[in-house]
């Protein structure tokens, strides 16, 4: 096995490219530890240039809200009333603490998403 660390662009891209051709690799094989390590390498190489961003909490929340079917009602015993509620959705208000472990807890938002200020990055 001749695995290399990824270090350029033209690395990465030969590597998705063998990838592609171990995809059939049985577990337990030469082809299938090499694929594992290949892999590996790739998801070291996108982490580091290719960043993924949480969403900030406003748009955590919608998301959740939308994917779960939920109203403002039934987000009222993590939040607080509905005008609150709607504060928080609107970008009136921010998120104490206390709404921010109830969310985490009752729709399994990230915390790490609730508590990121707008247009900060994670690195």
Same mark, same amino acid.
């Given at each position: 096995?001749?695995?290399?660390?990824?270090?350029?662009?033209?690395?990465?891209?030969?590597?998705?490219? +063998?990838?592609?051709? $171990?995809?059939?690799?049985? #577990?337990?094989?030469?082809? *299938?530890?090499?694929?594992? %390590?290949?892999?590996? @390498?790739?998801?070291?190489?996108?982490?580091?240039?290719?960043?993924?961003?949480?969403?900030?909490?406003?748009?955590?929340?919608?998301?959740?809200? +939308?994917?779960?079917? $939920?109203?403002?009602?039934? #987000?009222?015993?993590?939040? *607080?009333?509905?005008?609150? %509620?709607?504060?928080? @959705?609107?970008?009136?208000?921010?998120?104490?603490?206390?709404?921010?472990?109830?969310?985490?807890?009752?729709?399994?938002?990230?915390?790490?998403?609730?508590?990121?200020?707008?247009?900060?990055?994670?690195?």
């Amino acid at each position: 096995m001749n695995n290399k660390p990824i270090k350029t662009d033209t690395d990465y891209r030969a590597a998705l490219k +063998e990838v592609e051709t $171990l995809m059939t690799a049985e #577990l337990n094989t030469l082809e *299938g530890e090499k694929l594992d %390590v290949l892999v590996t @390498l790739i998801e070291a190489y996108e982490r580091k240039h290719f960043p993924l961003d949480l969403p900030d909490p406003v748009e955590a929340i919608k998301f959740e809200m +939308e994917q779960k079917g $939920l109203t403002v009602k039934d #987000l009222e015993p993590m939040i *607080g009333k509905s005008n609150r %509620v709607y504060e928080i @959705l609107n970008r009136k208000r921010s998120l104490t603490l206390k709404m921010i472990w109830k969310l985490h807890q009752e729709l399994g938002i990230p915390a790490l998403s609730l508590i990121k200020q707008p247009g900060q990055i994670r690195y």
